[in-house]
């Protein structure tokens, strides 16, 4: 896997300390003794990301599961997002965190924000890993790790074809990989 890599982008113990920090951010956030939090995790890319987030937040909080699919198969074209779990359990009356691995052009975002506003929620926020500038229109996130160039990346739950969710690192795929 290692040699399908051509830069690390970010190394796993600073995107720790980043989620350490933004877990912080997001606690002061949510401090009060009258939130409802709901966390929604959107599948599959932010799964590594979630699983680290929610062990650095001292709040009670439920999930609620939003599986969508924003690039069928081998490609990184975002094709239009196709919903196919979610979200799950009741979000009425709740304060929900959509949680993303990226905020790309948005549009897998705003149509999850529009579907969770849809179930009345008290009030929906989100957080995303990382962001790349000046691509999404419209769609904005409260809580960001890094500002990222242009570029297609992978690791830490972002894949490629499916593949390298599972490499501890945020890195580049060597170009040649990419179709
Ligand atoms: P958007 O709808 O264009 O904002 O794209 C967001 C979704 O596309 C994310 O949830 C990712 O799953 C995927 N995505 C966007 N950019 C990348 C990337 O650089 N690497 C891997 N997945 C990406
Ligand atoms: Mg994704």
């Known amino acids: 896997m290692e040699d399908d ?3 690390i982008l970010l190394e796993r113990g600073e995107i720790e300390r980043r989620v350490r920090a933004l877990a912080r951010e997001i606690a002061d ?4 003794a009258h939130t409802r939090l709901t966390l929604a995790p959107i599948l599959s890319g932010s799964l590594i990301f979630v699983s680290d ?3 650095e937040l001292p709040l009670k909080m439920k999930l609620s599961l939003v599986h969508i699919s924003t690039y ?4 990184t074209q975002p094709g239009s997002p196709r919903v196919i779990v979610g979200p799950t359990g009741d979000i009425a009356n709740r304060d929900v965190l959509i949680i993303d691995d990226i905020l790309d052009t948005g549009r897998t975002l705003s149509r999850v924000q529009a579907m969770i506003r849809a179930q009345g929620p008290a009030s929906v926020r989100t957080a995303v890993l990382l962001r790349k500038p000046g691509k999404a229109r419209g769609v904005e996130a409260d809580f960001v790790g890094f500002d990222i160039d242009d570029e297609f990346v992978v690791g ?3 894949d490629y074809g499916d593949l390298y969710r ?3 690192h945020i890195a580049l795929l060597r170009p040649e990989l990419i179709r």
Do not use: A, E, H, V
């Open 53 to 55: 987030l929610i062990r």
């Open 5 to 7: 890599f051509s830069r």
């Open 156 to 158: 830490y739950g972002l």
């Open 72 to 75: 069928p198969g081998q490609t």
């Open 29 to 32: 956030c949510y401090d009060g």
């Open 166 to 168: 599972n490499y501890p």
